[in-house]
């Protein structure tokens, strides 16, 4: 049997170490590897190489295409996906997230382990910029003013050692990169999880060790306080008291059923606003987001940096991308109220971010190939049961 690989990424590395890694866990079975380029790709280009693909790697923007899998893609039995979120799976027609399917199409696993560190330095040196008025030195500089007359403005911050820093969506890789980092610096972390642990379950869902993070402290030592969303009352008393308690507050959640809105722009049975939590953050909070903009309508954000409920927000990723230059984020907010990127905080530097999940994954997925052909030589039906690292849950989302 050929086993036919199908990188679509704009990572053009990965192709090569693919063929590499295939080598080096001595896969079982004779492959062919083909590649599209992502970025320069066409659909129709894409199509024709899922049509045979047994295994897919790359980014999940071309996910739609997957869409009735028995005919789209009916060889198809894994995809790594080079992203941590996942809702471009959740968009395909039928989505399995619906009871359509007996058994799921194919096993998605995400990009769990590529982006945190350098997410976590984002938020670290975001965190640094605001308290320190970085930027507007810069803009000073800029109008060839002297930064030494507006001195004492720039002299009063506190020491990330003074610093609480709540982490939304605490216990999957992202978050526990960042609060590695954090608390090594001195910060406390308090976190944001979506369902209390049960007696005797690690505070923090186990990841895989990669060698930039060898030398940090472990996940499970940072957490100071947990907080479950999972079951809060009507008021949202766990999600208002972690929020209180945040002199920064990183929200690193996916979009899920769960998620959309959860910080401001939800109706009650009535169809009238729901108050947002961030009532309850200090008037001096920092707000960063590096999760999704679905997190909070775009509309009550703006309002809520307007009336100085929160004292700035970062934010990487928006409601909507790209961001239109009508939106009220660039025409009503100062650089004093909010600081916006292009969705770049988590960008992989080169192509070995990928090599420890890949290669644990294709040795997993090698061993379970083997075991369904050999019951299938035995008269068994056996079909493989996925161990592979990071399987997407459907039902959830993420």
Same mark, same amino acid.
């Given at each position: ?19 590499? !890694?295939? #080598?080096?866990? /001595? ?7 083909? %590649? *599209? +380029? =992502?970025?320069?790709? @066409? ?90 008025? !970085?930027? #507007?030195?810069? /803009? ?7 930064? %030494? *007359? +507006? =001195?004492?403005?720039? @002299? ?243």
């Amino acid at each position: 049997m050929i086993f036919n690989f199908f990188v679509c990424s704009a990572v053009k590395e990965i192709p090569e170490k693919l063929e590499k !890694f295939l #080598k080096e866990i /001595e896969f079982p079975f004779e492959t062919r590897i083909s %590649y *599209v +380029d =992502r970025l320069s790709g @066409t659909d129709d280009e894409i199509k024709t190489q899922l049509k045979s693909a047994h295994v897919v790697i790359g980014e999940p923007h071309f996910a739609h295409l997957l869409s009735n899998p028995e005919i789209s893609c009916p060889n198809l039995r894994w995809f790594q996906s080079t992203a941590a979120g996942l809702e471009y799976f959740m968009k395909m027609n039928p989505c399995p997230y619906f009871p359509t399917f007996a058994k799921l199409p194919f096993v998605v696993t995400r990009g769990a382990t590529f982006y945190g560190p350098t997410m976590a330095e984002y938020c670290i040196s975001m965190m640094i910029a605001v308290q320190r008025s !970085f930027f #507007k030195m810069k /803009e000073v500089q800029i109008k060839l003013d002297s930064p %030494y *007359v +507006d =001195r004492d403005n720039y @002299t009063k911050f506190p020491l990330l050692s003074q610093l609480t820093v709540g982490i939304m969506g605490a216990t999957g890789s992202i978050g526990q990169d960042i609060a590695r980092r954090l608390y090594a610096l001195g910060c406390t972390v308090i976190g944001l999880c979506r369902r209390k642990r049960k007696e005797g379950e690690p505070i923090v869902t186990p990841q895989v060790e990669t060698p930039v993070n060898a030398h940090l402290p472990p996940s499970e030592l940072c957490f100071e306080e947990m907080y479950p969303i999972l079951g809060d009352d009507e008021k949202q008393t766990s999600l208002r008291t972690f929020l209180s308690k945040a002199d920064v507050v990183i929200n690193v959640l996916p979009t899920t059923l769960e998620t959309i809105h959860l910080l401001g722009g939800r109706l009650d049975s009535e169809g009238k606003e729901i108050p947002s939590p961030m009532e309850s953050c200090k008037k001096s909070c920092i707000f960063i987001n590096i999760g999704r903009g679905t997190i909070i309508k775009e509309d009550v954000l703006v309002d809520i940096l307007k009336k100085g409920t929160i004292s700035h927000a970062v934010l990487d990723v928006q409601e909507m991308e790209p961001l239109p230059s009508s939106s009220r984020l660039l025409t009503e907010l100062s650089p004093d109220q909010v600081t916006i990127t292009p969705h770049c905080s988590g960008w992989p530097q080169n192509g070995d971010f990928i090599t420890p999940l890949l290669k644990e994954n294709l040795s997993r997925f090698a061993a379970g190939m083997k075991a369904e052909e050999s019951a299938l030589k035995e008269g068994r039906t056996e079909e493989w049961v996925p161990d592979l690292l990071y399987i997407m849950n459907w039902k959830e989302g993420y």
